[in-house]
């Protein structure tokens, strides 16, 4: 190669190291404009997954046809033994469902799971229509991952700003046969959190459904779950009453305070992104219709207006 001129191989070089200087100049200033680099790795989705607390006569198939995107275990409490998803003994309502998923997936979670009952349409759901697709498809995974533990009721309706008070109760022993709940909850409390101080009051939205993320759950070892599940496997209490019982626990087991109410306002913008609501809004987002939603709900909504 003797006939190349002596400084080509420098000149070369020195076209190199230029048209490297201008491809660092230019991403610097990408980056320093906020765009994102195409050699940047595409951020991982969240994973999620939907945990439904059902019986065998649950129709579940509009799961099936508006959720088909989503991954999905749908326990029967009350389902044969042999049963893929089921629970040791059908107790307890829809928190021996939960239990049992939080000890058998403790160490295959997803970034945030999910914990429902079976029926699509539900007096609490907090949304006009009382619809779970609803509340699912608008819940704002990020405020999750960031609170931990969200409750998807916002409605302080049942529950807020005060349901029980157990130190009362514990001190005074009232004899309160409507409120069986309230009488059994202080030795429960007592026996579930070992060494945890008697909260003077206790609130959280009912009825039994939120999301958790990960790191939520595992602040907890799994042998809580374990023990927590056989406390409930080994209970004497009557169904209803101690998934009650757990129902106002959930928020305390995954790290909130006994009195966890968020303001309404807050509480809809964060969890489900609808903010600036006015005070005629936040009223109309849940109203109470009674336990049974009418007959052919949502069609019949216009007859019962």
Same mark, same amino acid.
């Given at each position: ?59 579940m198939?509009?799961?099936d046809?508006?959720?088909?995107d989503r991954?999905?275990s ?11 998803l ?7 309502d829809?928190a021996?469902?939960?239990?049992t ?19 699509? +349409?539900?007096w609490?759901? $907090?949304? #006009? /229509? ?6 699912i498809? %608008?819940?704002? =995974?990020?405020?999750?991952?960031e ?9 302080w309706a ?6 029980l008070?157990?130190?009362?109760y +514990?001190?005074?022993?009232? $004899?309160? #046969? /409507? ?7 202080? %030795?429960?409390? =007592?026996e ?11 609130g959280v ?18 042998? $809580? ?12 209490l ?39 609501m ?8 849940w ?13 019949a ?5």
């Amino acid at each position: 190669m003797s006939w190349l001129h002596p400084h080509s191989g420098l000149r070369s070089r020195m076209s190199m190291c230029l048209g490297l200087a201008l491809a660092l100049l230019l991403l610097s200033r990408r980056i320093m404009n906020g765009e994102p680099s195409s050699a940047a790795a595409s951020p991982k989705p969240l994973e999620t997954e939907l945990v439904f607390a059902a019986m065998q006569s649950t129709d579940m198939s509009w799961v099936d046809e508006h959720l088909s995107d989503r991954r999905v275990s749908i326990y029967r409490a009350d389902g044969p033994p042999e049963a893929n998803l089921t629970v040791p003994v059908n107790k307890g309502d829809e928190a021996m469902v939960y239990l049992t998923f939080l000890v058998d997936r403790y160490w295959t979670l997803p970034d945030v799971t999910i914990f429902l009952h079976g029926g699509r +349409y539900q007096w609490h759901n $907090d949304n #006009p /229509l009382y619809d779970s697709v609803i509340s699912i498809r %608008d819940l704002n =995974l990020d405020f999750v991952l960031e609170a931990g533990y969200v409750n998807l009721r916002c409605a302080w309706a049942v529950g807020c700003p005060a349901e029980l008070e157990p130190a009362r109760y +514990y001190r005074e022993r009232p $004899d309160d #046969p /409507l409120h069986s709940t309230a009488m059994v909850y202080p %030795d429960q409390f =007592l026996e579930l959190f070992p060494g945890v101080q008697l909260p003077e009051v206790v609130g959280v939205p009912c009825c039994s459904q939120f999301a958790v993320s990960r790191e939520a759950i595992q602040s907890r070892s799994r042998e $809580d779950y374990v023990r927590i599940r056989q406390w409930l496997i080994d209970s004497t209490l009557q169904m209803g009453t101690s998934g009650r019982v757990l129902e106002y626990m959930w928020h305390i087991l995954f790290g909130k305070s006994p009195r966890y109410c968020l303001d309404p306002q807050t509480c809809y913008c964060e969890t489900y992104g609808h903010c600036d609501m006015n005070e005629e809004q936040l009223k109309s987002q849940w109203v109470w219709r009674g336990l049974v939603l009418p007959k052919g709900w949502p069609d019949a909504v216009n007859e019962t207006n």
